[in-house]
């Protein structure tokens, strides 16, 4: 082994990574070996793994363009991010806890006395322990202080132009931190960056800059309004070389490099070490691979020697170049094979898929599985209970590397909850990496009709920072309505003109930064008119139910769809439509079951009614929206509550989805003329109530019921555009109406309450006249007392809610629960078990039921919950015992109710 002799020179005195094995005698990793090891990382991600797009804006902004002179600087900022390791605080880890506990440090302090390096003074020591102190224990604070060259009290004000370098490295461990005014930090940093330890920092720089052959004396100055975008873009990438050089797998390497002699100093060391580090990079990040057949990848190879036609949007698709491109399709006109044409057709970069619930995202990891099968590329799925999904490897990446949801975002190629996505426009920890994620992919988001105010609020944040790095868009919805057209379009180009005036059905078209050109290329097939029967009742679920017995009773070979609004109201309508059709299976289906029992039900409903079905008995299904956007499922009939214009429309496109003529007519016994929906007006004394209405608005319910009631046949599609912009609510009208008004600031609620968490990436990074200084980047993490803690990953502050309370709870004993002990769960690291106990979770919304969970979850953990795994560290246990004892029941078809359903008349 490589041993500490008494000849090491004073600069390798300073370690980088493993102090503690001075204690064995062994030296510790060389600072400079982990600097250089992380440039060299970087340079291997700018070959292999950074778009072509992001290396040409980066190219652009540092070198006028020139991509190898952009690769330099660009490594040299990942080469330098440790120097603020070379600081007494550092070295000696002064003012830590241990201080007095691990052996090493009293060597490691006697060694750099040796080399002339002086330590922290006994009042710094008790200056770092204080609350305005602290921030100048952070290495990569004082590396921000040694890079910049100017007083640490005027960090504030750094102009990112000129200290790009200096803002990367402190932003590179997740936060930019920014001392309070009055906080001592920045003096005892100037103390840290000052004498000996200035030299060994100076060093250090040295031998960076002339591993990535730049000359610090002509560092790139940028222009002021792109800065702040260049920066979070480095740190992005330093973070993630960073994370990669210091795997046990490079440090390892290292060693066994330095005990064949040579030295971090020298200039063998990348020639040593580089690669190795391709090999690191390639197993553990991997990059995108292009298929050398897009047409056939995504259709299918030939049949009897026939390609499959292309559908005229996604012949279109295939010269849709950058920008944002907004599709507003029917169903059933291939709208995700032409998002995948357009991927394929540009430049080669990764592709992230975005859907809104675990559901589509599952069933989207799995079909573009198939689709990119063969190509070396593997599918990662990104969204709460991803871990519980086991992925078929495809390349030669090892999945174990993608542990954490920011880490899926990396992989080439994602299926991802828009809630993945979505969080990228929150405060939040390695916001630069997430955003690099982001902007290094082609962006495709599905069913963007699902999101309300609160989420489109946190998607324009993120379509600015898009439109900022030329990031390539595509938003797919059955319908769009005007106003998120226009926000988003103007988002992303910064500009209000750039989304046309009049809202064309359907179309589609793409915004870079002029006024959008739309395209309506004609359907593949006609789109059967939609016949509305509207009815009112104060006795919603009696009314579906009654209409599910008489619809089943006069088609007795038909497939139905009960759509309710709320979990309780489907678990309810299922129990009475059951009783009444005691020989026909019904099947519920809603997000409050475990995550096993809802893949079964999920699986079946597939098999029965999905593209591939084989015609089979009749099948009832009493589901919640989440069948809305979750499923590809064909129904003959359908009931659904009253729902905005758009979801109508979507729930529609469950009906009669695949046009098989020949099977309609078999269930039918005559071919039918039309669709036909049943929509049921909640109400109470015949008005549509705020609480009657709920997830949804009564006000905006009430123009959809108006607009239905006038023109009960919708023709599709000629009406549908009306349909949606006439009844979508609109935050700029004014309301006179007392219930209007009230919902209007409810809505208003949810913009004030994402404003309160997005970290004001449109207005302080994006925006191309705001001249971004330090602290702007420090509104992007905050620091680590304020920064976002997000204990439900899958919903991670993108949802809201009014009572803004839900929860995750793991049910343990069987029948519904792991049947594991909870000792045993809490103690395991099995993947297995872990998988297993993953898929007994459930996920809940509802102070009442929240409660009662928690009360139960009390009793099951009294002396609290502290699992092994981190992947079961958010849920919450509960021993399915528990349940009955505080008025619930897991039941085997309804999922998690309150137990006193089963007790009353269905």
């Known amino acids: ?3 500490v002799g008494a000849d090491v020179t004073l600069r390798a005195e300073v370690w980088g990574k493993a102090p503690e094995r001075l204690a064995d005698g062994l030296a510790p990793y060389p600072l400079v070996a982990h600097l250089l090891d992380t440039l060299l990382v970087a340079g291997v991600l700018w070959d292999t793994w950074l778009s072509p797009r992001l290396r040409r804006l980066l190219a652009k902004e540092l070198c006028g363009g020139d991509e190898g002179c952009a690769r330099g600087w660009v490594v040299l900022a990942a080469g330098l991010h440790d120097v603020g390791k070379a600081t007494p605080v550092f070295q000696l880890q002064a003012a830590s806890p241990r201080a007095g506990v691990d052996a090493w440090r009293p060597l490691m302090a006697t060694r750099l006395t040796e080399a002339g390096l002086p330590a922290c003074d006994e009042l710094a020591v008790q200056a770092l322990a204080t609350s305005t102190g602290r921030v100048a224990r952070r290495h990569e604070y004082l590396g921000l202080v040694a890079l910049s060259g100017h007083d640490p009290v005027e960090l504030r004000g750094l102009r990112l132009g000129t200290d790009w370098l200096a803002a990367v490295a402190g932003g590179h461990h997740g936060h930019w931190y920014l001392p309070a005014r009055d906080s001592a930090a920045p003096y005892l940093a100037a103390g840290m960056c000052s004498g000996g330890w200035a030299d060994v920092q100076a060093d250090l720089r040295g031998v960076v800059a002339a591993a990535a052959g730049c000359d610090l004396a002509e560092t790139p100055i940028l222009d002021p309004a792109r800065a702040a975008v260049v920066v979070t873009l480095l740190t992005g990438l330093t973070i993630l070389a960073d994370w990669v050089a210091s795997s046990d797998l490079v440090v390892h390497g290292g060693y066994r490099v330095i005990e064949k002699g040579i030295d971090p100093y020298s200039g063998g060391w990348p020639a040593a070490r580089g690669d190795a580090l391709v090999t690191v990079v390639a197993s553990t990040v991997g990059s995108y691979v292009p298929p050398g057949n897009p047409r056939a990848t995504v259709l299918g190879r030939p049949v009897a020697g026939q390609m499959r036609s292309l559908r005229p949007l996604q012949a279109d698709a295939q010269r849709i170049g950058p920008g944002a491109w907004f599709v507003a399709y029917p169903t059933g006109e291939g709208k995700t094979e032409a998002a995948l044409l357009r991927h394929m057709a540009g430049d080669p970069e990764g592709l992230i898929f975005g859907l809104p619930t675990r559901a589509t995202t599952t069933a989207m990891q799995q079909r573009l599985g198939s689709i990119f099968a063969g190509t070396g590329n593997t599918v990662l799925l990104s969204h709460q209970y991803a871990a519980a999904h086991r992925v078929e490897c495809a390349s030669e990446y090892g999945l174990e590397w993608y542990s954490s949801s920011i880490r899926r975002l990396i992989a080439p190629l994602v299926a991802a909850t828009c809630d993945q996505v979505l969080v990228g426009a929150l405060r939040q920890r390695h916001a630069a990496l997430r955003l690099l994620a982001l902007a290094n992919h082609h962006v495709v988001l599905d069913e963007v009709h699902t999101y309300d105010q609160y989420q489109s609020h946190l998607l324009k944040a993120l379509m600015a920072w ?11 919805s059955a319908t769009m309505p005007q106003w ?3 926000q988003f379009a103007s988002a992303y180009t910064r500009d209000e003109a750039t989304c046309p005036d009049e809202a064309a059905y359907p179309a589609h078209w793409v915004v870079t930064g002029e006024v959008g050109q739309v395209a309506q290329p004609t359907l593949s097939q006609d789109q059967p008119d939609l016949r509305v029967e509207l009815v009112s009742s104060d006795e ?3 009314r579906h139910a009654a209409w599910a017995k008489d619809t089943h009773q006069a088609h007795p070979g038909c497939h139905i769809a009960v759509i309710r609004s709320t979990v309780d109201d489907a678990v309810d309508t299922a129990r009475r439509v059951q009783s009444a059709l005691p020989g026909v299976a019904v099947v519920c289906l809603h997000s409050r079951m475990t995550v096993a029992h809802r893949a079964r039900v999920e699986a079946q409903l597939i098999d029965r009614l999905g593209p591939r079905a084989a015609p089979g008995p ?8 989440v069948i809305e956007a979750s499923l590809d499922l064909d129904f003959d009939l359908m009931s659904s509550d009253l729902t905005p214009a758009a979801s109508l429309v979507q729930r529609a496109g469950r009906l009669w989805r695949f046009r098989d003529d020949t099977q309609r007519r078999a269930r039918f016994g005559v071919l039918p003329d039309g669709r036909m929906m049943h929509v049921v007006v909640r109400t109470r004394d015949g008005v549509i109530t705020g609480r009657g209405s709920l997830p949804y608005f009564a006000s905006e319910l009430a123009r959809v019921a108006q607009w239905l009631s006038d023109t009960p046949t919708i023709q599709v599609p000629e009406n549908v555009q009306a349909f949606v912009d006439q009844t979508s609510l609109d935050l700029d009208q004014v309301c006179a109406d007392l219930v209007n008004a009230e919902e209007i600031a409810a809505a208003s609620r949810r913009i004030e309450s994402a404003t309160l968490n997005v970290s004001n990436l449109r207005q302080r990074v994006a925006a191309p006249e705001k001249r971004c200084r ?3 980047l420090n509104a992007l993490t905050g620091g680590p007392e304020d920064a976002c803690s997000l204990r439900d990953e899958d919903r991670m502050g993108t949802r809201f809610d009014d009572d803004q309370v839900s929860g995750t709870y793991l049910l343990v004993g069987e029948p519904a ?15 297995a078990r872990v998988r297993q106990a993953l898929d007994a979770m459930v996920s809940v919304t509802g102070a009442r039921l929240c409660a009662a969970l928690d009360e139960a979850s009390a009793s099951t953990v009294p002396t609290g919950w502290r699992p092994r795994s981190r992947l079961l560290a958010h849920a919450r246990p509960v021993h399915v015992d528990q349940l009955s004892e505080h008025g619930l029941t897991y039941h085997e078809r309804l999922g ?3 137990a006193d359903i089963l007790t009353g008349a269905p």
């Open 1 to 3: 082994m490589w041993r």
């Open 466 to 476: 898009w439109g900022a790095t030329g990031t390539r868009v595509t938003l797919l």
């Open 484 to 486: 998120q057209r226009r």
């Open 540 to 542: 919603a679920t009696d």
């Open 618 to 625: 009749p099948l009832v299904v009493v589901a919640t929206q």
């Open 774 to 776: 330090y602290a702007d």
């Open 817 to 831: 629960g792991v049947p594991l002990p909870v000792g045993t769960l809490a103690a395991t690291g099995d993947a």
């Open 896 to 898: 998690l109710i309150a």
